[in-house]
C-alpha cells in the first residue's frame, strides 16, 4: 500500500501520532541502515530462497499422497480419492518476508475432516517422514500448548502443526483468514491455523509492508543481538515483534525503515504496561472461543505486557512475560532508543545499535541448569521439556521472594563438546531487587522454590534412564571457559559503553524503578579499551558444563563462604545414594554425579563482600542443597551520571507528546508519568464499569 493511500486511511484502533513523510536525511539514513543490514547477512541467498522452496514442494507432494492414501484405505470413491487434497501453508518469518539465512520453516498442515491428528498425523505421517533419508531429527511433540511435528529436511530445521477443517475436499485456494475455517474446531485445532491468520492479518494492516518488512528485520536482528528474543523464556518471539513494529507503522504510516526503527524505540519505552498493544478492535464471534478481556477472564489481570493478535479468537501471544523480563526488556529497550538518538544525532553509527549485551559479565551470581541425556536424541526431547518449563522457575523465585531477587533468563543454551554425555545448560543471572534496602544478613532461601522447579520437571511423561538435571550456583568469576567465545573468562568489566550511557541519562527513571546511580571516574582510554574488549564477545554464544571450571583451573580453587550438604535424595532417574547428615539440607549431587573432582557444595554468599571465608569453595555449588544467597545486588556500580542528550525529532512533533492531553488518550509515558503501570489502574477502571466495551477503554488508552 502507498504512502499516499496512508494520508487518508486509518489503520489501527487510533489516528496516527504523525503523518510526515521523510526527509532527505532519513532517506540516507534508510539507505545506511538497510547497507548493515545486508552486511550483516540477515537476507538469505538467491540458492538458500530455492531450496527452501524445494523443501516445501516436495513437503506438499508428500501431505497430497499421504492424505490420498488415507481417503483409499477408509473406502471413499475413486473420484474421492482422485480430489483429496491438503495445503502446506507457511506463517512466521516465511510468510511475513522476513526470512534469513538458516531460518527455520514454520509451516501448517491443512487437511480434510476426516484426517485427524493424533492418530493419522502423529502417527501415520510420522512413520512417512521416519522413512526418508532426507528427514532428521524427527521430534513429535502432540501434547504441546500446539502440537507440533519437528524435523529437519535437506537440512532446514521445519516445526509441522496440523489442522483438519470441516470439509472433505480441501480446496486449493482455500481462505485461510475466513473465520469458516474455525467451525467445529477443537482448541488445539484453533491454536495451530491461528499462526497463519496473524501472519496474513498482520501483512493487511501495515501501510507498507516492505517498510514494515526491513524495519522487522531490524529489531529482530537487535532482539537477538541484546537477549530479548525468546518466547519460550519469557521474553518475546517472532509474532511479538511482528505486532509490535506493524502498530509502530500504523502510528507512522509514511514513515521509512530508519525513522521507524527509531520511533519504535521511541514508543514502546514510553508505553503503559500492562495497556495492550492492539492492531485492531477485538472481534467476539459466536463460535464461543475465549478472547483476550480482562473485564472477563480473571487469568488475563495478570498479563504483563499484553500484545493482542489480530485474528480472532483474538489473544495474549506475550503472556510468558514475566516481571523479571519485562524489566529487562524496558533496560534494552531504554538502550536502543538513546543510540537512536545519537544516531539521529550523527553522534553513532547503526552497528553500534547492534553491540551484543554481555550476559555472563553483567551479574554476580548465576544458577546453571544442566541438562543430560543418554545420546542426542534423547537430549533433544529432554532439552525441548526443560526448556518449556524454564520460565517457570523464574516466576517460582519471583514468588517466593515477593519479587526481591530478580531473574534473567538466558535465552539460549549453552553445551560443552568436552563432556563425553549428550548436555546443554541453561543459565539465569540473579540480582535484588534495585532500590531494595538490604537488611543486615539477609538472606534468599529458594530451596523449596528449586525442588518444586526439579518436581515440576521430572514429571516428563516420556522420561528415559539417562535424563538428569543439575541446578547449580555460580559466581561470575567462576563461570566456565566454555561461555566465552575465546574460550577463557576475562577479567570484570563494565557494562558496555552505550550501556552507562543510557543508565547515566536515565535518571529520571532510575528513581521510579529504585535504581541507584553511582559515579566513577574514567579516562576516555579506559572506556575505548573496554568498548573494544566487549565487542570481540557475543552473550551467550558458546558452551559450558558443571566440570569445566576444574578443567580449566589446574591451581587450588579460591575460597568463598560455604555451607556443605550432602543429598537427602534424589527424584526418578537421579543417581542418589548419598545419606543425609542434616535433616535441615534440600538436594545435593556427588562429585561423580557432576562430573567433579570433588564434592559439590552449596554457596551461602554473603552479604558483605568483605566476610572472611570459612571454608574452601568447590568450583560449581549445587543451589538445591542450600539456597541461601545473599548480596545479590548484581547490578554494576559503574554508571555516570551525565546529561541527558535530547532527542531529535526531525518531522516528529515532540510537543505532541508532552502534551497532557496526549497523555489522556495514549499509552504513552510523558515525562511525569511512571515507569510501568500496575495492573490496578487498568483494572480499576474495568472493575467500575466506566465503560461497557473493552475497546472502549483501550481506544482511552491508545495513541490517538
Same mark, same amino acid.
Given at each position: 500500500?502507498?504512502?499516499?493511500?496512508?494520508?487518508?486511511?486509518?489503520?489501527?484502533?487510533?489516528?496516527?501520532?504523525?503523518?510526515?513523510?521523510?526527509?532527505?536525511?532519513?532517506?540516507?539514513?534508510?539507505?545506511?541502515?538497510?547497507?548493515?543490514?545486508?552486511?550483516?547477512?540477515?537476507?538469505?541467498?538467491?540458492?538458500?530462497?530455492?531450496?527452501?522452496?524445494?523443501?516445501?514442494?516436495?513437503?506438499?507432494?508428500?501431505?497430497?499422497?499421504?492424505?490420498?492414501?488415507?481417503?483409499?484405505?477408509?473406502?471413499?470413491?475413486?473420484?474421492?480419492?482422485?480430489?483429496?487434497?491438503?495445503?502446506?501453508?507457511?506463517?512466521?518469518?516465511?510468510?511475513?518476508?522476513?526470512?534469513?539465512?538458516?531460518?527455520?520453516?514454520?509451516?501448517?498442515?491443512?487437511?480434510?475432516?476426516?484426517?485427524?491428528?493424533?492418530?493419522?498425523?502423529?502417527?501415520?505421517?510420522?512413520?512417512?517422514?521416519?522413512?526418508?533419508?532426507?528427514?532428521?531429527?524427527?521430534?513429535?511433540?502432540?501434547?504441546?500448548?500446539?502440537?507440533?511435528?519437528?524435523?529437519?529436511?535437506?537440512?532446514?530445521?521445519?516445526?509441522?502443526?496440523?489442522?483438519?477443517?470441516?470439509?472433505?475436499?480441501?480446496?486449493?485456494?482455500?481462505?485461510?483468514?475466513?473465520?469458516?475455517?474455525?467451525?467445529?474446531?477443537?482448541?488445539?485445532?484453533?491454536?495451530?491455523?491461528?499462526?497463519?491468520?496473524?501472519?496474513?492479518?498482520?501483512?493487511?494492516?501495515?501501510?507498507?509492508?516492505?517498510?514494515?518488512?526491513?524495519?522487522?528485520?531490524?529489531?529482530?536482528?537487535?532482539?537477538?543481538?541484546?537477549?530479548?528474543?525468546?518466547?519460550?523464556?519469557?521474553?518475546?518471539?517472532?509474532?511479538?515483534?511482528?505486532?509490535?513494529?506493524?502498530?509502530?507503522?500504523?502510528?507512522? =504510516?509514511?514513515?521509512?525503515?530508519?525513522?521507524?526503527?527509531?520511533?519504535?524505540?521511541?514508543?514502546?519505552?514510553?508505553?503503559?504496561?500492562?495497556?495492550?498493544?492492539?492492531?485492531?478492535?477485538?472481534?467476539?464471534?459466536?463460535?464461543?472461543?475465549?478472547?483476550?478481556?480482562?473485564?472477563?477472564?480473571?487469568?488475563?489481570?495478570?498479563?504483563?505486557?499484553?500484545?493482542?493478535?489480530?485474528?480472532?479468537?483474538?489473544?495474549?501471544?506475550?503472556?510468558?512475560?514475566? =516481571?523479571?523480563?519485562?524489566?529487562?526488556?524496558?533496560?534494552?529497550?531504554?538502550?536502543?532508543?538513546?543510540?537512536?538518538?545519537?544516531?539521529?544525532?550523527?553522534?553513532?553509527?547503526?552497528?553500534?545499535?547492534?553491540?551484543?549485551?554481555?550476559?555472563?559479565?553483567?551479574?554476580?551470581?548465576?544458577?546453571?541448569?544442566?541438562?543430560?541425556?543418554?545420546?542426542?536424541?534423547?537430549?533433544?526431547?529432554?532439552?525441548?521439556?526443560?526448556?518449556?518449563?524454564?520460565?517457570?522457575?523464574?516466576?517460582?523465585?519471583?514468588?517466593?521472594?515477593?519479587?526481591?531477587?530478580?531473574?534473567?533468563?538466558?535465552?539460549?543454551?549453552?553445551?560443552?563438546?568436552?563432556?563425553?554425555?549428550?548436555?546443554?545448560?541453561?543459565?539465569?543471572?540473579?540480582?535484588?531487587?534495585?532500590?531494595?534496602?538490604?537488611?543486615?544478613?539477609?538472606?534468599?532461601?529458594?530451596?523449596?522454590?528449586?525442588?518444586?522447579?526439579?518436581?515440576?520437571?521430572?514429571?516428563?511423561?516420556?522420561?528415559? =534412564?539417562?535424563?538428569?538435571?543439575?541446578?547449580?550456583?555460580?559466581?561470575?568469576?567462576?563461570?566456565?571457559?566454555?561461555?566465552?567465545?575465546?574460550?577463557?573468562?576475562?577479567?570484570?568489566?563494565?557494562?558496555?559503553?552505550?550501556?552507562?550511557?543510557?543508565?547515566?541519562?536515565?535518571?529520571?527513571?532510575?528513581?521510579?524503578?529504585?535504581?541507584?546511580?553511582?559515579?566513577?571516574?574514567?579516562?576516555?582510554?579506559?572506556?575505548?579499551?573496554?568498548?573494544?574488549?566487549?565487542?570481540?564477545?557475543?552473550?551467550?554464544?558458546?558452551?559450558?558444563?558443571?566440570?569445566?571450571?576444574?578443567?580449566?583451573?589446574?591451581?587450588?580453587?579460591?575460597?568463598?563462604?560455604?555451607?556443605?550438604?550432602?543429598?537427602?535424595?534424589? =527424584?526418578?532417574?537421579?543417581?542418589?545414594?548419598?545419606?543425609?547428615?542434616?535433616?535441615?539440607?534440600?538436594?545435593?549431587?556427588?562429585?561423580?554425579?557432576?562430573?567433579?573432582?570433588?564434592?559439590?557444595?552449596?554457596?551461602?554468599?554473603?552479604?558483605?563482600?568483605?566476610?572472611?571465608?570459612?571454608?574452601?569453595?568447590?568450583?560449581?555449588?549445587?543451589?538445591?542443597?542450600?539456597?541461601?544467597?545473599?548480596?545479590?545486588?548484581?547490578?554494576?556500580?559503574?554508571?555516570?551520571?551525565?546529561?541527558?542528550?535530547?532527542?531529535?525529532?526531525?518531522?516528529?512533533?515532540?510537543?505532541?507528546?508532552?502534551?497532557?492531553?496526549?497523555?489522556?488518550?495514549?499509552?504513552?509515558?510523558?515525562?511525569?508519568?511512571?515507569?510501568?503501570?500496575?495492573?490496578?489502574?487498568?483494572?480499576?477502571?474495568?472493575?467500575?464499569?466506566?465503560?461497557?466495551?473493552?475497546?472502549?477503554?483501550?481506544?482511552?488508552?491508545?495513541?490517538?
Amino acid at each position: 500500500m502507498g504512502s499516499t493511500e496512508g494520508l487518508v486511511k486509518q489503520f489501527g484502533v487510533t489516528k496516527p501520532i504523525s503523518m510526515a513523510g521523510p526527509s532527505a536525511v532519513d532517506l540516507q539514513k534508510t539507505r545506511e541502515l538497510e547497507k548493515f543490514l545486508v552486511n550483516s547477512g540477515l537476507y538469505e541467498s538467491d540458492g538458500e530462497a530455492a531450496k527452501r522452496e524445494a523443501v516445501l514442494a516436495r513437503l506438499r507432494e508428500l501431505v497430497k499422497d499421504w492424505v490420498k492414501q488415507l481417503t483409499r484405505l477408509r473406502g471413499y470413491t475413486d473420484q474421492m480419492v482422485e480430489d483429496a487434497n491438503a495445503l502446506i501453508l507457511t506463517f512466521g518469518s516465511c510468510c511475513l518476508g522476513v526470512s534469513g539465512p538458516g531460518a527455520d520453516i514454520d509451516a501448517l498442515c491443512v487437511g480434510p475432516s476426516y484426517i485427524n491428528r493424533d492418530e493419522d498425523f502423529f502417527y501415520i505421517f510420522h512413520d512417512i517422514l521416519a522413512q526418508l533419508v532426507e528427514v532428521t531429527e524427527l521430534q513429535p511433540i502432540p501434547d504441546a500448548h500446539v502440537p507440533v511435528m519437528k524435523f529437519k529436511f535437506d537440512g532446514i530445521s521445519i516445526d509441522l502443526l496440523y489442522a483438519s477443517v470441516s470439509v472433505l475436499v480441501v480446496p486449493e485456494d482455500l481462505d485461510i483468514s475466513d473465520v469458516s475455517v474455525l467451525y467445529n474446531a477443537d482448541e488445539a485445532t484453533v491454536r495451530s491455523l491461528n499462526g497463519c491468520r496473524v501472519a496474513d492479518q498482520i501483512l493487511k494492516l501495515v501501510p507498507n509492508t516492505e517498510h514494515f518488512r526491513t524495519a522487522l528485520r531490524c529489531l529482530k536482528f537487535w532482539a537477538k543481538k541484546r537477549g530479548v528474543y525468546s518466547n519460550v523464556t519469557g521474553f518475546l518471539g517472532g509474532v511479538n515483534w511482528a505486532i509490535l513494529v506493524a502498530r509502530v507503522c500504523q502510528l507512522y =504510516p509514511n514513515a521509512v525503515p530508519s525513522m521507524l526503527v527509531s520511533r519504535f524505540f521511541r514508543v514502546y519505552t514510553q508505553w503503559r504496561w500492562p495497556i495492550p498493544v492492539m492492531l485492531c478492535e477485538i472481534e467476539e464471534e459466536e463460535l464461543g472461543f475465549p478472547v483476550w478481556d480482562p473485564r472477563k477472564n480473571h487469568r488475563d489481570r495478570t498479563h504483563h505486557m499484553p500484545i493482542i493478535t489480530p485474528a480472532y479468537p483474538c489473544m495474549n501471544s506475550s503472556y510468558n512475560v514475566s =516481571p523479571s523480563t519485562l524489566r529487562v526488556m524496558m533496560e534494552q529497550l531504554e538502550f536502543g532508543n538513546k543510540i537512536c538518538q545519537d544516531i539521529e544525532l550523527n553522534k553513532a553509527r547503526w552497528g553500534s545499535l547492534f553491540e551484543p549485551y554481555m550476559f555472563f559479565e553483567s551479574y554476580k551470581n548465576y544458577l546453571q541448569v544442566d541438562i543430560i541425556a543418554a545420546d542426542a536424541d534423547d537430549l533433544r526431547s529432554w532439552r525441548g521439556w526443560v526448556e518449556s518449563r524454564f520460565r517457570q522457575l523464574t516466576l517460582m523465585i519471583e514468588r517466593d521472594t515477593l519479587g526481591k531477587l530478580q531473574c534473567h533468563p538466558c535465552p539460549h543454551d549453552l553445551f560443552d563438546p568436552s563432556r563425553q554425555r549428550a548436555h546443554c545448560a541453561f543459565f539465569m543471572g540473579l540480582q535484588r531487587k534495585q532500590g531494595e534496602v538490604a537488611e543486615e544478613g539477609q538472606q534468599f532461601d529458594i530451596r523449596a522454590t528449586v525442588d518444586e522447579f526439579r518436581n515440576s520437571i521430572n514429571m516428563y511423561s516420556y522420561w528415559k =534412564p539417562g535424563m538428569d538435571i543439575y541446578v547449580s550456583h555460580v559466581r561470575r568469576k567462576l563461570l566456565p571457559a566454555f561461555v566465552f567465545p575465546e574460550g577463557y573468562k576475562r577479567s570484570r568489566l563494565s557494562r558496555s559503553l552505550g550501556d552507562q550511557r543510557v543508565q547515566s541519562s536515565s535518571s529520571p527513571k532510575d528513581e521510579v524503578n529504585g535504581g541507584r546511580s553511582h559515579k566513577r571516574k574514567c579516562s576516555s582510554e579506559d572506556v575505548s579499551g573496554q568498548l573494544v574488549k566487549r565487542r570481540s564477545l557475543s552473550p551467550c554464544g558458546a558452551s559450558v558444563s558443571p566440570d569445566s571450571v576444574l578443567h580449566n583451573y589446574g591451581s587450588p580453587l579460591p575460597e568463598c563462604d560455604v555451607t556443605p550438604v550432602v543429598d537427602r535424595g534424589s =527424584p526418578p532417574g537421579m543417581v542418589s545414594g548419598y545419606e543425609s547428615t542434616d535433616k535441615n539440607t534440600v538436594l545435593d549431587y556427588g562429585a561423580k554425579d557432576l562430573g567433579l573432582t570433588s564434592s559439590a557444595s552449596t554457596v551461602s554468599v554473603a552479604e558483605k563482600s568483605d566476610i572472611p571465608s570459612t571454608s574452601t569453595c568447590s568450583a560449581v555449588s549445587v543451589l538445591t542443597s542450600n539456597g541461601f544467597f545473599r548480596d545479590l545486588d548484581s547490578e554494576f556500580k559503574a554508571n555516570e551520571e551525565g546529561e541527558k542528550i535530547s532527542s531529535s525529532e526531525g518531522s516528529v512533533n515532540q510537543s505532541l507528546i508532552q502534551n497532557d492531553s496526549f497523555e489522556e488518550v495514549s499509552g504513552l509515558l510523558t515525562a511525569k508519568g511512571d515507569f510501568m503501570k500496575s495492573n490496578a489502574a487498568l483494572l480499576v477502571q474495568l472493575e467500575v464499569g466506566q465503560s461497557s466495551n473493552l475497546m472502549d477503554i483501550c481506544r482511552n488508552l491508545d495513541p490517538q
